[in-house]
T-cell receptor, first 112, second 115 residues
Framework: AQTVTQSQPEMSVQEAETVTLSCTYDTSESDYYLFWYKQPPSRQMILVIRQEAYKQQNATENRFSVNFQKAAKSFSLKISDSQLGDAAMYFCAYSGTYKYIFGTGTRLKVLA | DAGVIQSPRHEVTEMGQEVTLRCKPISGHNSLFWYRQTMMRGLELLIYFNNNVPIDDSGMPEDRFSAKMPNASFSTLKIQPSEPRDSAVYFC?????????????FGPGTRLTVL
């Protein structure tokens, strides 16, 4: 069975600094998607970034980038130049054939 | 597009009452998901529909919970009878599914309080 693990319940970062959130997963499938979602205090879930497993190049969206290590089944999110608005819960998610699994989340605090 | 629409946004009810949560997915999306979020248990998938057919309902906690999707544009999650431990935020999400489930678009959630 597929699993998604986020081992950091909470992280803090100074404004303008860089932070990396960790995510590992387990699967026997070869074709799947990985996602990072952000949930700010408003509660609305927002997609941050997506990675397709067959693409070796790491996805990047402005200040957000991932380090996708397929063999190690690792999918970390790097946030550069952290801003106060980045404070939120971040969820890692796995999508395979008829399966969609979320991790337990990492709460990110941004310190002014 | 208006995005995923959920109603009501807030619901307060008394133990034993029936509760019905509603969801309108994004037009054209063929997958729909119901989630429950609590501080203790995090985000839990309750049920997943693909082309209006329930694919995975293993997350439905017990027989008090039921979900339907009578057509591609509407789904309900019903709790009967409700209990205080059902208090949570319930999210509906929709997606366009191909070889795997793609990005999910979430609704704003329904905050349910059972007294």
């Amino acid at each position: 069975a597929q699993t998604v693990t986020q081992s950091q319940p909470e992280m803090s970062v100074q404004e303008a600094e860089t932070v990396t959130l960790s995510c590992t997963y387990d699967t026997s499938e070869s074709d799947y998607y990985l996602f990072w979602y952000k949930q700010p205090p408003s509660r609305q879930m927002i997609l941050v970034i997506r990675q397709e497993a067959y693409k070796q190049q790491n996805a990047t969206e402005n200040r957000f980038s991932v380090n996708f290590q397929k063999a190690a089944k690792s999918f970390s999110l790097k946030i550069s130049d952290s801003q106060l608005g980045d404070a939120a819960m971040y969820f890692c998610a796995y999508s395979g054939t008829y399966k969609y699994i979320f991790g337990t989340g990492t709460r990110l605090k941004v310190l002014a | 597009d208006a995005g995923v629409i959920q109603s009501p946004r807030h619901e307060v009810t008394e133990m034993g009452q029936e509760v019905t949560l509603r969801c309108k997915p994004i037009s054209g999306h063929n997958s729909l998901f119901w989630y429950r979020q609590t501080m203790m248990r995090g985000l839990e998938l309750l049920i997943y529909f693909n082309n209006n057919v329930p694919i995975d309902d293993s997350g439905m906690p017990e027989d008090r919970f039921s979900a339907k999707m009578p057509n591609a544009s509407f789904s309900t999650l019903k709790i009967q009878p409700s209990e205080p431990r059902d208090s949570a935020v319930y999210f509906c999400a929709s997606s366009l599914t191909g070889r795997a489930v793609n990005e999910q678009f979430f609704g704003p959630g329904t905050r349910l309080t059972v007294l």
